[in-house]
């Protein structure tokens, strides 16, 4: 591997550690001890320049940009059988929490180049992390970059940065010296964003201080896909049991519409981490290093991206 492959790259000493935590979610259980070996990890999410030269280079087209398959989704609203991927729009007001669909909507014509649908681009977002990348897109890339996708583990050791069994990358404070420790919700969920961290949507890479591995952004800004299948039970995380639904996270609706009551899904999901900038105490406070969730593959958002490990 050449110098120039691993620029940007922090070094990821191996260690032992306590994974999980038993304050916060189910899924976050239970806490167990993990050990990782060391590897080079991106000191942040890639970005939209970085994806653009992998997609000029290859030719890649991402899922978001390709027509569903129907046969994937036996009995799917065939509207929803076009390319796009999800949006998130704020409401006018409260809105109750138990429905996304109040927030979150398919726009036909969303993709990475196009975030928040036809009409919208990423000028000027060079530096933000790319979105609306599904598992597949996140690791074809990691493979065009002769790098990998860090497995659960490996992004929370990473991620907490060797402060072990603290509840933020940044220690015990929710808001380290009474103010945002990254790019994630301030006020109420969905519809009152005081913008107190400065921004809307995703920030460019870097803005916020690093953690103590000075990796970037391994709290809010993206969720972050990993390698590893979800597990309801944190200690089976990589084996792809019984896939279980997340709270605040949709999945591609194609496969709520195609699924029913149907338990079985057109693909399996994997662990996704790191909170966004739309995670907020009163509805998803997962800008934590042991949060966790679980995305079907095939599903792009306006707020999940990646970034790619080295190991020896």
Not at 33 to 62: Q, S
Not at 125 to 152: C, I, M, N
Request: glycine share 10%; aromatic share 12%.
């Amino acid at each position: 591997m050449t110098r120039a492959a691993t620029k940007n790259m922090v070094r990821i000493p191996g260690g032992t550690f306590w994974m999980g935590s038993e304050d916060f979610y189910p899924e976050e259980r239970p806490v167990h001890r993990v050990t990782v070996g060391g590897f080079l990890m991106d000191e942040h999410p890639v970005t939209v320049a970085e994806f653009r030269r992998f997609v000029k280079a290859t030719g890649y087209v991402t899922t978001a940009e390709v027509a569903p398959d129907p046969e994937q989704y036996p009995g799917a609203d065939p509207a929803l059988l076009v390319p796009g991927s999800l949006v998130f729009t704020p409401p006018p007001g409260p809105v109750p929490l138990d429905d996304h669909t109040r927030w979150w909507s398919f726009t036909p014509g969303a993709d990475w180049r196009h975030p928040e649908g036809p009409g919208s681009n990423v000028g000027g977002r060079e530096r933000h992390p790319v979105t609306h990348v599904s598992w597949f897109d996140a690791q074809a890339y990691a493979d065009w970059a002769g790098k990998d996708l860090p497995t659960e583990a490996e992004w929370e050791f990473a991620a907490r940065g060797g402060l072990d069994r603290k509840p933020f990358v940044w220690g015990d404070e929710h808001e380290p010296g009474g103010r945002p420790g990254g790019n994630v919700w301030q006020g109420e969920f969905p519809w009152q964003n005081l913008l107190e961290d400065g921004f809307a949507g995703t920030s460019p890479v870097g803005h916020f201080r690093s953690n103590g591995y000075r990796l970037h952004d391994m709290a809010g800004n993206v969720w972050e896909w990993t390698a590893d299948h979800f597990a309801a039970d944190h200690s089976a995380s990589g084996k792809n049991v019984a896939p279980a639904s997340s709270c605040c996270i949709p999945a591609d609706p194609r496969v709520d519409s195609a699924v029913g009551l149907d338990p079985q899904e057109p693909y399996p999901r994997r662990v996704i981490k790191g909170g966004s900038h739309l995670c907020a105490p009163n509805y998803c406070l997962r800008y934590r290093p042991a949060a966790r969730q679980g995305e079907t593959e095939e599903t792009s958002t306006s707020h999940i991206g990646f970034r790619c490990i080295l190991r020896p």
